[in-house]
């Protein structure tokens, strides 16, 4: 079976701190996805990885894929209040078209 | 913008009843698509894959006399919990995999339904 551990689960921080979420797995997975989700709402794309050691960057978000293709980071710089929510990264399964699931982090960012 | 569409966003019922979730691809006509619930503050659980044209594939746990997918169209695919109970009360999430232009190993999600059972 496989598993994505993802860390922290809760973080509270100060309106301009930085901030590194993590992905990791034992299995080596086609492609990563970090999706970003506000309460009561559907999970949006942010980003797809796909090669490993692959970095992508979106405004003030890094994004990692591991060499192997089995973990995942996504770092926050000068977080905002508006970057409160929940982050999820998922793993496309190549074997079952199925995504994967990290357990979230929860992420409040304070003025 | 938005590929995916779910109605009804809210809907509060009685328990015994039946609720019926649909979940439409906007932009592009989707084979499979994917049925989640989520509890407060979790993460997302899939429930079962929707084939277009065939029975949908449960995931272990999930009751599928209880949810009952259908799969009607290329762009529908609806969700009917039956004989709904307050344990039911969830956030029911529906999403499409690829289209047109798009990876196909990425999912779409939709708005989500909030369903509160009485």
């Known amino acids: 079976t496989q598993l994505l551990e993802q860390s922290p689960q809760f973080l509270s921080i100060q309106e301009g701190e930085n901030l590194t979420v993590y992905c990791n797995s034992s299995?080596?997975?086609?492609?990563l996805q970090w999706y970003r989700q506000e309460p009561g709402e559907g999970p949006v794309l942010l980003v797809t990885v796909v090669t490993g050691g692959e970095v992508k960057k979106l405004k003030r978000l890094t994004f990692q894929f591991g060499d192997a293709r089995k973990d995942s980071s996504l770092h926050i710089t000068a977080a905002q209040p508006g970057d409160t929510g929940l982050y999820l990264c998922?793993?496309?399964?190549?074997?079952?078209?199925?995504?994967?699931f990290g357990q979230g982090t929860t992420l409040q960012v304070k003025p | 913008g938005a590929v995916v569409s779910q109605h009804p966003s809210w809907v509060i019922c009685k328990s015994g009843t039946s609720v019926k979730i649909e979940c439409r691809s906007l932009?592009?006509?989707?084979?499979?698509m994917f049925w989640y619930r989520q509890f407060p503050k979790q993460s997302l659980m899939l429930m079962a894959t929707?084939?277009?044209?065939?029975?949908?594939?449960?995931e272990q746990g999930v009751e599928k006399d209880k949810f009952l997918i259908n799969h009607a169209s290329l762009t529908l695919s609806t969700l009917t919990v039956t004989s709904a109970h307050p344990e039911d009360s969830s956030f029911y999430i529906c999403s499409t995999q690829g289209g047109r232009g798009r990876s196909t190993d990425t999912q779409y999600f939709g708005p989500g339904t909030r369903l509160t059972v009485l």
């Open positions: 929707s084939n277009e044209g065939s029975k949908a594939t449960y």
């Open positions: 998922a793993g496309s399964s190549s074997n079952t078209g199925k995504l994967i």
């Open positions: 932009d592009f006509q989707a084979t499979t």
């Open positions: 299995s080596v997975f086609s492609s």
